[in-house]
């Protein structure tokens, strides 16, 4: 199989993104919530390709991804959001709610959704890290690779795309992930550092098992060389 290096999507790859994307989410939480039922997977793919659709084209998203040259498949993908201000990411953010449908619910064995509890710690860990006024960052929202193109290299290319405009306008890039995940290290091999010890949410009585810790990690933008 032969990758492409790191190439801008097109509208119609959001459904191949979509079904990228929730393959990775149900991986993430197979040990945390209950399996989907046919009518919830085909609603939670609704939303993702909508979603897509939208952020394709908006002016605060950037995408990259790596293509199989051979099937036309997305191997990889990412999510940027560009440098902006908290309060327009938040109008931003207000706008997606009332255009997107229903964000569907993932239910835990034991009742609930972990993430509601995990999601506003992770706002406050951002804002602890980038500080008040928010500092411009590139956001990292998410990163997903098929399990078939896994540790050849895609994640690592993507990761790396926004770099050179970061450095270039002396911004940082901020993403947070699971500390236990694999993609920490890559994401250290690239030069994220993490910062702080992280927020943590007991799994236990969502029907899980163990901590689930998210950590904050930053890339300073490098000094040009001249």
């Not at 989410?25 to 197979?30: F, G, L, R, T």
């Not at 064995?109 to 992770?122: N, R, T, V, W």
């Not at 993507?158 to 992930?177: G, K, N």
Request: charged content about 30%; hydrophobic content about 35%; aromatic content about 8%.
């Amino acid at each position: 199989m032969y990758l492409s290096n790191p190439i801008l999507p097109t509208l119609s790859d959001a459904p191949l993104l979509a079904k990228l994307l929730q393959a990775s989410i149900a991986d993430k939480d197979k040990d945390r919530v209950t399996p989907q039922s046919e009518e919830e997977s085909a609603l939670q793919l609704t939303f993702l390709t909508t979603m897509f659709e939208r952020d394709l084209t908006h002016p605060h998203r950037r995408y990259w991804i790596i293509r199989d040259l051979d099937s036309g498949d997305v191997a990889s993908f990412i999510s940027w959001t560009l440098p902006v201000t908290e309060e327009e990411e938040e109008r931003v953010r207000e706008e997606r709610s009332r255009t997107l449908p229903p964000v569907p619910r993932r239910q835990s064995a034991g009742g609930g959704d972990y993430m509601d509890e995990l999601m506003p710690k992770i706002v406050d860990m951002r804002r602890e890290i980038l500080g008040v006024p928010r500092r411009l960052n590139w956001y990292c929202g998410n990163l997903a690779t098929d399990p078939k193109y896994q540790r050849m290299g895609a994640a690592s290319k993507l990761i790396r795309c926004p770099f050179e405009e970061a450095d270039r306008d002396s911004v940082a890039c901020y993403l947070d992930t699971d500390l236990h995940g694999p993609a920490i290290k890559m994401y250290e091999r690239n030069g994220f550092v993490r910062v702080g010890e992280g927020v943590s949410v007991s799994l236990e009585k969502y029907g899980g098992q163990a901590i689930h810790t998210h950590v904050g990690l930053i890339r300073e933008p490098s000094p040009l060389s001249t």
